[in-house]
């Protein structure tokens, strides 16, 4: 195995967050030393009644079973939240200051612990303890452990139903940035690759069955062109997500506490507070709205591997990948198996699971909060997790792959790819391009048997034909000049394909700017 070239190493390296690589410092409910596990045959008669610190908590027992259940990954889940909620807790006690509901040395003690806080989140040093519920919980127990009973004043005027929404749009916001610089990187590299390869022919294909002549460039300016629209889509999300904060809108109905919504929402990148407190805590439409734009990005790395893996077959043997994005048979010596292509192909139908669980999810629930939406953040985080992993992947998989021209050449002289401009010929000769498409097709029925091209067919034998056919025939069908003849606007032709790469390139730094 060939080793990666050393400016890919860093862009390949696993993020400690990713769901598979969290360590599981959080158990939902540890088991006491010596107990049974909850796989045993009839281990409930054991179950020990354990009381824990909960926000929501009242004086009576909690069964570890039913609370392993209704816990779930949630802590695991939280650990992504981390460093979001606090700087939501920032903004929201900054707003208590500003009317008058905590004091300005307050202010400056609680912000001073929530920024060392934060340090730890970014030295991935934060942990859930146990017993502590989640996430917020875990932030407060740290406050009051420093400061008392003053932190324990952050949570004035906010539920957890609101503040967990806004550390999940302020990490959904993180993590749109993170994605579309990885789609950008991925488009660069298709953009250079369909620049080096604008003049190298090869078979377009319909039906998986060789259609007309294009270039190797063309079919990549395709890829780039999905591209630029995931850009977009991911985009649209981010406006329409950024357009309402939640924070204020309490456990459904606000407060009576004289919140200035308006403030923290600025303070947190916000346009605006969500108009209505019910729709505040129960919307989850930008988690969709996110796992259909990767679902649909997949879908396009998902195509882009399906033709690799038709590509680097001995079938077409139009490219070769590097040794580092394969793998060998353990009994055929001779084979490269494209394993990282199957594995996006495969993980395409994984987050299209996740986005099917947020809709399914959602379908059913009435206003305002209900237990089922605990299930949003791990299909989110994995669809997440799993489309920055794949982009990190295939760009320099693409990077490294060797193109093998001769192979596109030699598939497009075959398949009478230009048997369309043999028509096109006739009928700028004056014949109805219905009757030169049928008497082309007969042209082509009569080379099939005899085993020859259209451009081995003497000029007597294109006369047997129609008399309409001329020397000039032989340039009419050579491929390259049929490719090239397709100066249409989006066509094949280098020119074409020059223009296509300007305007991506254009709109992208359109894209760039708005976005910086």
């Not at 390296?13 to 990713?18: C, E, I, K, L, V």
């Not at 004289?258 to 930008?286: I, M």
């Not at 292509?341 to 139908?349: C, D, F, N, P, Y």
């Not at 030699?410 to 401009?421: M, S």
Request: hydrophobic content about 40%.
């Amino acid at each position: 195995m060939t080793k990666l070239p050393t400016r890919w190493q860093p862009f390949l390296t696993s993020r400690p967050r990713s769901l598979g690589l969290i360590p599981y410092i959080i158990n939902a409910a540890p088991l006491r030393p010596g107990a049974q596990t909850p796989a045993a045959v009839g281990h409930y008669d054991k179950i020990s009644i354990a009381m824990s610190n909960k926000l929501w908590e009242k004086n009576y027992g909690i069964n570890e079973e039913i609370e392993r259940f209704t816990v779930g990954r949630d802590r695991e889940m939280d650990m992504y939240l981390a460093k979001y909620d606090v700087l939501g807790s920032m903004a929201h006690i900054t707003m208590l200051e500003s009317i008058g509901l905590l004091g300005s040395d307050e202010l400056k003690a609680l912000l001073a612990e929530l920024k060392n806080i934060y340090a730890v989140c970014e030295r991935g040093e934060f942990v859930i303890e146990d017993g502590v519920e989640d996430v917020h919980s875990q932030v407060e127990l740290m406050l009051t452990r420093k400061l008392g009973d003053m932190g324990k004043k952050i949570h004035s005027g906010r539920s957890r139903n609101d503040q967990v929404l806004v550390d999940l749009k302020l990490f959904i916001r993180h993590e749109i940035r993170d994605i579309a610089m990885l789609v950008k990187v991925l488009f660069d590299e298709l953009i250079e690759k369909s620049n080096q390869f604008k003049d190298v022919l090869m078979p377009g294909y319909t039906h998986l069955q060789r259609a007309q002549p294009i270039t190797f460039g063309h079919a990549l300016m395709a890829y780039a062109s999905m591209l630029l629209r995931d850009l977009q889509r991911f985009e649209d999300a981010t406006a329409r997500m950024d357009a309402q904060c939640p924070l204020g809108s309490g456990a459904l109905a606000g407060t009576t506490y004289p919140l200035d919504r308006q403030f923290t929402a600025e303070k947190l990148g916000f346009a605006a507070p969500c108009a209505n407190s019910l729709d505040g805590v129960s919307d989850r439409d930008f988690c969709i709205e996110l796992a259909n734009a990767i679902s649909i990005c997949m879908m396009h790395l998902s195509r882009l591997s399906e033709e690799i893996i038709l590509w680097c077959s001995w079938e077409f043997k139009f490219i070769e990948l590097d040794d580092a994005f394969t793998t060998g048979s353990s009994i055929m010596p001779q084979k490269k198996n494209p394993d990282v292509t199957e594995l996006i192909r495969g993980k395409t139908g994984r987050v299209y699971g996740d986005l099917n669980t947020l809709l399914v999810m959602m379908k059913g629930i009435p206003l305002a909060y209900n237990k089922d939406m605990q299930e949003d953040k791990e299909a989110i985080f994995d669809a997440v997790d799993t489309l920055e992993l794949c982009l990190k992947t295939v760009t320099p998989m693409l990077d490294t792959m060797k193109t093998i021209p001769v192979n596109m050449r030699r598939a497009a002289a075959k398949g009478f790819i230009n048997a369309t401009d043999c028509a096109d010929y006739l009928t700028k000769k004056g014949m109805p391009f219905r009757d030169a498409y049928k008497l082309t097709g007969c042209m082509v029925s009569d080379c099939i048997a005899k085993d020859k091209t259209l451009e081995e067919l003497t000029l007597d034998e294109f006369k047997g034909y129609s008399a309409l056919f001329e020397n000039d025939i032989y340039d009419a069908i050579d491929l390259v000049k049929c490719c090239e003849g397709r100066t249409s606007y989006g066509g094949p032709s280098e020119a074409s394909v020059n223009n296509q790469i300007a305007l991506a390139n254009a709109q992208l730094d359109a894209w760039e700017e708005k976005n910086a």
